[in-house]
């Protein structure tokens, strides 16, 4: 069974700091992944996806993402954070599979402070 | 966004009543889901639709049934209502391999 998780529940940073976000899932076969922002009051954004090739994929307002594929972990980043990046962050991974059944992580809360 | 609408929005109801919520799309994709959305869990899956008719479980499904009679709509019934299902519930939409569009969410306070 597929299964994500977040180890940062809340994370704390000043502006101008870099954020790196953990995600590691639990699947054996060939995923794929992704990572959704949330902000306060509204539904879920896609930020970056991951399919195949360059392991290195960027997303929207900066953001990346990185695939390695041994440590089963794809980690956010972004070099550096604004107070509009204050938002809940969720890794998630389907797989073809698994009739691309959408599991999410427990999400990261992060807080950005002028 | 993508033509996706959840009803009702918002919804008190009584401990040990049915509640169904209804998640329809105008963008005819296959694959539908339910999440519930709880302060510290993250969205955790409830129920997902690969197609017309072709529902699995997720990881908290008990308590809670799905139908899926045409493409455009997905409904989530919770067979009798207790104060352990009130949340925030969300339906979204994918192709698939694609990333999934989200609807706006249905607030459910059960009482």
């Known amino acids: 069974a597929q299964s994500v998780s977040q180890h940062n529940h809340h994370v704390i940073l000043s502006e101008a700091a870099s954020l790196e976000l953990g995600c590691n899932y639990s699947?054996?076969?060939?995923?794929?992944l992704f990572w959704y922002v949330q902000y306060p009051g509204q539904h879920l954004q896609l930020l970056l996806k991951?399919?195949?090739?360059?392991?290195l994929v960027k997303g929207i307002k900066g953001f990346e993402a990185e695939f390695i594929k041994s440590k089963f972990s794809f980690n956010l980043r972004k070099p550096s954070v604004q107070w509009s990046d204050t938002a809940e962050y969720f890794c998630?991974?389907?797989?073809?599979?698994?009739?691309?059944?959408?599991?999410f992580g427990s999400g990261t809360r992060l807080l950005v402070r002028p | 966004d993508a033509g996706i609408t959840q009803s009702p929005r918002h919804k008190v109801t009584e401990t040990g009543t049915p509640v169904t919520l209804r998640c329809h799309q105008t963008?005819?994709?296959?694959?539908m889901y339910w999440y519930r959305q709880d302060p510290g869990h993250g969205l955790r899956l409830i129920h997902y639709?690969?197609?017309?008719?072709?529902?699995d479980k997720g990881e908290v499904s008990d308590g809670y049934s799905v139908s899926r009679s045409k493409t455009e709509d997905f409904l989530l019934t919770l067979e009798s209502a207790t104060s352990s299902q009130t949340s925030v519930y969300f339906c979204?939409?994918?192709?698939?391999?694609?990333?999934?569009?989200f609807g706006q969410g249905t607030r459910l306070t059960v009482v």
């Open positions: 979204a939409i994918s192709r698939g391999r694609e990333e999934a569009f």
């Open positions: 699947y054996g076969g060939t995923v794929n």
């Open positions: 991951y399919f195949s090739g360059d392991p």
């Open positions: 998630a991974v389907n797989a073809m599979d698994s009739s691309y059944k959408l599991i």
């Open positions: 963008e005819n994709h296959r694959y």
């Open positions: 639709s690969y197609g017309v008719k072709d529902t």
